[in-house]
């Protein structure tokens, strides 16, 4: 170790006397965090730890060197600093007496996740994992170290945005990377321009995955949520996360590159939506782009373009100019040219001037419609006055319907008439100012709402809902299929309304579980209504604590409705046994499979356990 006398800023050769490194001004002795490692420190016999470059709360990033093949490597310790902790002055992380069974189910995800990683090392796009180890009561997983720069200082060196034909060049391996990514059943949760890095050869790499706690609020873990980028559903952990989670993410992106500016962050959009589309920023955005991009940000998952497939096809789709094949959804719209108002003359001519005046004819047939239209206005009038005011009385202008009185007779009162202003999807009767037991409502039709909105909202204050659910396949659930109150009905203050609310439809297809921990594929049923049982698998094949397999292949239908319950089989790897003396004594040093891909570098230890200790 003594022969590499290195910068642990950068990792570069470094002068015997020199005190500052002249690459990255780091100064020798500088202080570190007590939390994480100390630069110097050796991990595996062969890693040399330099300067923390990053942490979150599943886990710290290094600077490191790799001593075998002479060259700097990434290394990422898992560090949850909320369940753990490190004294100052050792290596050796002590994990929290009441926090184990988090720390160590973390672990495994941790762990899981890094070994699916390591088997996308073909994938030119995307750092992924070259080596693994267990030391200090954790885990560590080796990357390779990237020269270049994030996006977010690609994008201050040119201007702060890129064009759209920029982006077409620069994304495509990109898109196909986390479209790959996906199929192999994980969600990267943290894509921003901080973990798209530009290498000095002007590619683009994926980096920073981590587990699904760390990207989401309210967990067990300090939350890494990059503000503008992250979805709606990353801000409440009782929400589904899945691909059109990273359509999120990417969509946020797109729109900070092509215009500049960060979009709202989620939450503040929940309660107030005024992100502006980005060709209304940036007018040289191509429309559909700018469009797709929207769609893309939609706050609703289920409303959200679902896929990157789905994405990209929809950005670089080009409509067909002349065509007369139209979708059913499309509308067409037909250029009719300016016509000129002057009225050419020639030599010779007989053509009528442009400022010839209107024949007779024509001018009684205008005076004798202005009569009409005045007669029936006065005609209307007259008709009003004739009404009682109650029955006169309109509701507020937010409800857009009108409250009728069912007494009869004038009251000599003064009536004002108010135009009802449009009325919004929640609105299904009129609030109204008048308090006497008179008023009569007008029901609209409430059908294909969401019940939830329609029970809460005031403008239904007047009515007593009394919900039925059932299951219908045709209504999505907590939709209203059903009002025993018709549309345009009258009824009084108080009335009740039965309302039949979906429960979803009766047979659900289910779900993948492709490396998915038992935590993450219950909360997937529970959230698609499914039942279901657990029982414990022994095998060698799955990680611990991850579905082995289910009852039921995924993609075939279950009823739910017949309350038809799926068994969900969750791995548990059998016990290793001990070797005895003589085994221990006969047994070959173990061979090291050289990569396929690095052929200096071991493969991940699927047999390897962490061993983790509890300190008092």
């Not at 090392?121 to 994992?129: E, G, S, V």
């Not at 009002?483 to 429960?503: A, F, H, M, R, W």
């Amino acid at each position: 170790m003594e022969r590499f006398n290195l910068c642990y800023g950068c990792m570069n050769p470094l002068g015997e006397d020199a005190e500052i490194c002249p690459d990255c001004g780091y100064r020798v002795g500088a202080p570190h965090l007590p939390s994480y490692l100390a630069p110097g420190v050796t991990l595996n016999d062969r890693y040399l730890v330099g300067k923390l470059k990053s942490y979150n709360g599943e886990s710290a990033c290094y600077i490191a060197f790799d001593k075998i093949t002479e060259s700097k490597v990434l290394i990422k310790e898992y560090m949850p600093d909320t369940l753990c902790t490190r004294e100052k002055g050792s290596s050796v992380i002590k994990v929290n007496p009441d926090s184990m069974p988090q720390y160590k189910t973390f672990l495994s995800e941790f762990v899981e996740l890094n070994k699916v990683l390591s088997k996308m090392r073909t994938l030119n796009h995307i750092n992924a994992a070259i080596d693994m180890f267990g030391d200090n009561n954790t885990a560590y997983v080796v990357f390779s170290w990237l020269d270049g720069m994030t996006m977010s200082e690609y994008l201050r060196m040119n201007a702060g945005e890129l064009s759209w034909e920029e982006v077409k060049k620069l994304f495509p391996p990109i898109f196909t990377t986390l479209s790959l990514v996906h199929n192999a059943g994980l969600v990267h949760r943290g894509i921003s321009p901080e973990n798209i890095i530009v290498t000095d050869k002007g590619e683009l790499k994926l980096t920073g995955f981590c587990i699904a706690d760390a990207r989401t609020a309210n967990t067990e873990l300090a939350s890494e949520l990059y503000n503008g980028y992250a979805a709606p559903e990353q801000y409440n952990s009782s929400n589904w996360q899945g691909t059109w989670t990273d359509v999120y993410g990417i969509s946020a992106l797109l729109y900070r590159i092509l215009t500049g500016v960060v979009p709202t962050e989620a939450t503040s959009r929940l309660s107030s939506d005024n992100l502006i589309e980005p060709a209304g920023l940036n007018r040289n955005i191509p429309s559909n782009v700018s469009k797709v991009i929207m769609n893309g940000l939609n706050l609703s998952g289920e409303m959200r373009i679902q896929t990157i497939t789905e994405l990209v096809t929809q950005l670089f789709e080009q409509p067909e100019y002349g065509s007369k094949r139209l979708s059913s959804s499309s509308t067409q719209t037909i250029s009719i040219p300016r016509q000129s108002t002057a009225v050419r003359s020639h030599s010779g001519s007989r053509g009528k001037s442009a400022a010839e005046p209107i024949s007779r004819h024509r001018l009684f047939v205008l005076i004798m419609a202005v009569i009409l239209i005045v007669g029936l206005f006065f005609l209307g009038m007259i008709m009003i006055i004739s009404l009682d005011d109650n029955s006169s009385s309109f509701g507020t202008p937010d409800s857009g319907l009108a409250a009728i009185s069912d007494t009869g007779g004038l009251t000599g009162e003064t009536t004002t008439l108010s135009a009802p202003a449009p009325m919004e999807q929640t609105t299904t009767t009129a609030a109204t100012t008048a308090a006497d037991n008179g008023i009569v409502y007008v029901m609209n039709d409430i059908t294909g709402k969401s019940y939830d909105l329609i029970s809460k909202s005031d403008a239904n204050s007047s009515l007593v809902f009394k919900p039925e659910y059932e299951y219908n396949d045709e209504f999505g659930k907590g939709l209203i299929f059903y009002q025993s109150i018709p549309k345009n009905e009258t009824y009084k203050d108080g009335t009740e309304i039965l309302v039949k609310v979906s429960l979803g439809p009766k047979y659900i297809e289910i779900p993948d579980y492709l490396a998915l921990s038992k935590k993450d594929y219950f909360a997937k049923l529970n959230e698609l209504g499914i039942k279901y049982e657990e029982q414990e698998l022994e095998t060698e094949d799955t990680l611990e604590g991850y579905v082995a397999k289910t009852s039921k292949e995924p993609g075939e239908k279950i009823d739910v409705e017949a309350g038809e319950t799926l068994t969900v089989y969750v791995a548990k790897n059998p016990p290793k046994p001990e070797p005895t003396e003589t085994e221990t004594e006969a047994a070959p040093p173990p061979l090291i499979e050289e990569d396929p891909f690095e052929g200096f570098i071991p493969p991940f230890p699927e047999d390897e356990d962490i061993i983790i200790t509890i300190y008092d």
